[in-house]
Each structure stands twice: as structure tokens, then as C-alpha cells.
């Protein structure tokens, strides 16, 4: 669902699937993930939204 979202320049549902725990870095059957997703179709909004919530999270697992 993530990566429909993000292709389809669906913000809000981006959001509301981050919030709810989806897993951003889950790719699909090209190798992609929801950040590439946004990226090819052109949706700068959401690619670095999930770009930041991505490295939020890489960090977060460094310091715990």
C-alpha cells in the first residue's frame, strides 16, 4: 500500500501509513522501495518525507 501511495502522490495516505507503522524500506518486485516510488513518478513532497522518516529511523537503531 505504501508504495501505491507514494506513486500516486497521495500525501495524507503516505503519512497515515507511516504513522501506522508500514514499513517504508519494504521494496516491491522491481526492488524498490516507497522512496524510490515517489521518486520516479516525480513526487518530491513525498520522497523526502520518507526520505527524513527513513533516516530518522537508520539513526535511531545506531544509538540503541
Same mark, same amino acid.
Given at each position: 500500500?505504501?508504495?501505491?501511495?507514494?506513486?500516486?502522490?497521495?500525501?495524507?495516505?503516505?503519512?497515515?501509513?507511516?504513522?501506522?507503522?508500514?514499513?517504508?524500506?519494504?521494496?516491491?518486485?522491481?526492488?524498490?522501495? #516507497?522512496?524510490? +516510488?515517489?521518486? !520516479?513518478?516525480?513526487?518530491?513532497? @513525498?520522497?523526502?518525507?520518507? #526520505?527524513?522518516? +527513513?533516516?530518522? !529511523?537508520?539513526?535511531?537503531?545506531? @544509538?540503541?
Amino acid at each position: 500500500p505504501l508504495h501505491v501511495a507514494a506513486s500516486a502522490g497521495q500525501f495524507q495516505a503516505v503519512k497515515f501509513l507511516v504513522e501506522q507503522g508500514c514499513n517504508i524500506l519494504a521494496q516491491d518486485r522491481w526492488g524498490n522501495n #516507497s522512496v524510490d +516510488s515517489a521518486d !520516479l513518478e516525480g513526487h518530491t513532497q @513525498i520522497s523526502s518525507y520518507l #526520505s527524513e522518516i +527513513s533516516y530518522e !529511523l537508520f539513526l535511531n537503531e545506531l @544509538i540503541f
